[in-house]
């Protein structure tokens, strides 16, 4: 079972959902093919449930998940949803969300409190403005009316639309049709870190 020898450590894991895919796929199978191995995954459930000293996951798999916690770990489950997002490989929007930390990813935004990092975006948004949004808490994009749709996909944070007060959250896309203005806002917390799909108004 290559590093994970230890079968207390990997179902400790598996219960902590820090395994990969592959990992996990591998306890799938020692689950189905085992019910000695299902019994000490549901005695390891109940000790972890109860919190008890004698019963501690091993420390690898608390360091996965305050490591998922950091960085641009704490976008993991997001980057499949990137990456359909701006159309590139999950490669690419790992290694994009890994930049964000980077303070010379970022250049000036239009306004105060913000700040842009343009992406190169896959062939399906060719003739799109595909760029990642950082608002500092507080921080306002102020009035302006979509020349054509736009589509932005909240990584962090939050924020409010100023007019209608509807807040946008982590995970969530906020569509927006052509000719439709609002302001927002980003809410109390961490920075609002958006992506956002801009097509780009045709030449009168």
Avoid: N
Wanted: hydrophobic share 40%.
């Amino acid at each position: 079972m290559g590093e994970h020898d230890d079968l207390q450590g990997l179902l400790a894991e598996y219960a902590l959902g820090t395994l990969t895919p592959e990992e996990r796929a591998e306890v799938d199978a020692l689950l189905e093919a085992s019910p000695a191995v299902v019994a000490r995954l549901k005695e390891l459930e109940r000790s972890m449930s109860l919190v008890t000293a004698s019963q501690k996951p091993p420390a690898s798999a608390w360091a996965k998940v305050a490591a998922s916690l950091e960085g641009g770990g704490r976008f993991e489950h997001l980057v499949p949803k990137l990456a359909e997002h701006f159309d590139v490989s999950e490669a690419a929007a790992r290694a994009l969300v890994s930049s964000f930390d980077d303070p010379a990813s970022w250049s000036p935004g239009p306004a105060e409190g913000l700040e842009l990092l343009t992406v190169a975006a896959g062939p399906k948004w060719a003739g799109y403005m595909t760029v990642v949004v950082r608002l500092q808490p507080g921080a306002q994009l102020p009035m302006h009316t979509h020349a054509a749709r736009e589509q932005v996909l909240v990584l962090e944070g939050g924020y409010r639309d100023d007019q209608s007060g509807q807040e946008f959250w982590r995970g969530e896309i906020d569509v927006r049709a052509e000719g439709t203005s609002h302001s927002f806002t980003a809410v109390a917390g961490p920075p609002c870190i958006c992506a956002s799909v801009v097509q780009l108004a045709e030449e009168p």
